[in-house]
């Protein structure tokens, strides 16, 4: 498979970023693409709404359906999936892209910021997974893909921030655990991660950073496109690199992601 052509994608916290890159590459070769997100009103401070969101997708070739939905809410996630199926009568992909993140230690988190991260990032992720599942079982060729890194237990990326690393770590271990549980299924459970910064709105989190020391989103959609179309059967457990799943298809040359090539690109976090 090399296309995602008809394939019905439904990605969480697609209206801006990665997720909104992810919709875009799928959507240019045909394929519908859900986009659940909070985002249904302008904010001064984060361009993009999921409405927005799903007209790029229809200019790039795609059929979108917006849907305001917080993946921590078990009712708007069960009946976001319900609106996908009547829309498009099936699923074929779920991309858990929606993350929350707060880079401070832990005098400096407040429990509502705590909370936060772990609602959307492990359990939005797992809830999400839950109520795709059914139909996913279904589909040709299943994926969930999370965007979350290798799991690490290392000291040195919990010290920092163990509000946070404990948030997307639990994304890694639900992606384990899924993908251990259903591997007899046929269905491809795969997490994927940066080796650099990526330029996005999350890169104001950190200090000291700014977008020209990473690269576009565009890397991890066309990384999150080389796993999506590949076979499921028997591809399961992983927790994939970017560059190493664009090296893999073929792609050598990767400076044309640099956001600003005179820049040295930093690596993100939980890489060595």
Known sequence: ???????????????RGIGLAIALRAARDG????????????NPKLPGTIHTAARAVEEAGGRALAIKCDIRE???????VAKTFAAFGGLDILVNNA???????????PMKRFDLMQQVNARGSFLCAQACLPHLLEADNPHILTLCPPPSIDPKWWAPHTGYTLAKMGMSLVTLGLA??????NIAINGLWPRTLIATDALNMIPGVSGGNGRSPA???????????????????????????????GLTDLSGYAVDPSQPLLPDLFLD
Request: charged share 25%.
């Open 180 to 185: 251990a549980e259903f591997r007899e299924r």
């Open 74 to 80: 078990e009712g708007e996630v069960k009946d976001a």
């Open 31 to 42: 394929a519908n693409v859900v986009i659940a997100a909070k985002s249904d009103v302008p």
């Open 219 to 249: 890397i991890m959609a066309d990384a999150a496109h080389a796993i999506l179309s590949r076979p499921a059967a028997g591809f399961t457990g992983r927790f994939l690199i970017d560059d190493e799943v664009l090296r893999e298809a």
């Open 1 to 15: 498979m090399s296309s995602l052509s008809g394939k019905t994608l439904f990605i969480t916290g697609a209206s």
């Open 99 to 109: 993350s929350a993140i707060w880079l401070r230690g832990a005098l400096d988190t």
